[in-house]
């Protein structure tokens, strides 16, 4: 029987993106394909759900809150993308909508489960902020995915963000699905005077290239919840 790693099951609101404040019930899966200087989610344990089990704890925190949405998210989740598949195929579930918090790179994964997803929070690696590799095929064709689906993308802008690798990652997403909205956020750890000069001057340039353009920091951690 498929069985998934599952670090933790909660209630919560989003702290990140334009989707803030929004009331859901997150699935952190364990594990990841990459490894970022800034992450902030150490997953040192995890229990293993089947999908029955999973579906029927997801559904009644969801009716317990009233919660609309569910988010997946990690790790990276679409490391677990079979049992994926079958979990957002149950019964249970049919009324929630599906919000995917994924690094980007898993296209193909993607591309199997993007029928049942209705959000899509696209966090662009960037090398000199991750600095975990350089993913811009990947990025580019799990972009071209999202078409016809919500999605943004984030970029997280640390002190050693450089302009080039910023350029790159608005260029691409001008070239590929320029009406979506485009994350600033920064790097919780680096807050800052200098951080900010920093992402006012990437933001003024993106602005001139995007329609919407935003700069939010991660507000989960100002309200002191997960």
Not at 50 to 67: D, F, S
Not at 81 to 90: C, S
Not at 94 to 117: D, P, S, W
Request: proline share 3%; glycine share 6%; with cysteine.
């Amino acid at each position: 029987m498929l069985k998934a790693k599952v670090a933790e099951i909660f209630f919560s609101f989003q702290g990140e993106g334009p989707y803030v404040g929004v009331g859901q019930v997150f699935v952190r899966f364990a594990g990841c394909n990459i490894q970022c200087v800034y992450c902030d989610t150490q997953i040192n344990a995890f229990k293993s759900y089947t999908v029955g089990q999973l579906a029927k704890k997801v559904a009644r925190l969801a009716h317990m809150h009233n919660a609309a949405q569910i988010t997946l998210t990690g790790g990276e989740p679409l490391l677990q993308v079979d049992f994926i598949e079958l979990f957002l195929q149950r019964v249970e579930l049919k009324n929630c909508f599906v919000y995917l918090e994924t690094n980007g790179i898993l296209y193909n994964a993607f591309a199997k489960i993007k029928q049942y997803i209705d959000i899509v929070a696209l966090d662009f690696k960037l090398q000199t902020s991750a600095k975990a590799g350089v993913f811009w095929p990947e990025h580019k064709k799990f972009l071209k995915l999202c078409a016809h689906r919500q999605c943004f993308v984030k970029i997280v802008i640390s002190l050693s963000t450089s302009f080039s690798d910023f350029k790159k990652a608005v260029d691409l997403v001008n070239l590929v699905k320029q009406r979506i909205i485009f994350v600033i956020q920064p790097n919780s750890f680096e807050l800052g005077a200098r951080l900010m000069h920093k992402i006012t001057r990437f933001s003024i340039f993106a602005s001139k290239q995007l329609p919407d353009v935003r700069v939010i920091p991660q507000v989960h951690k100002i309200l002191g919840v997960q």
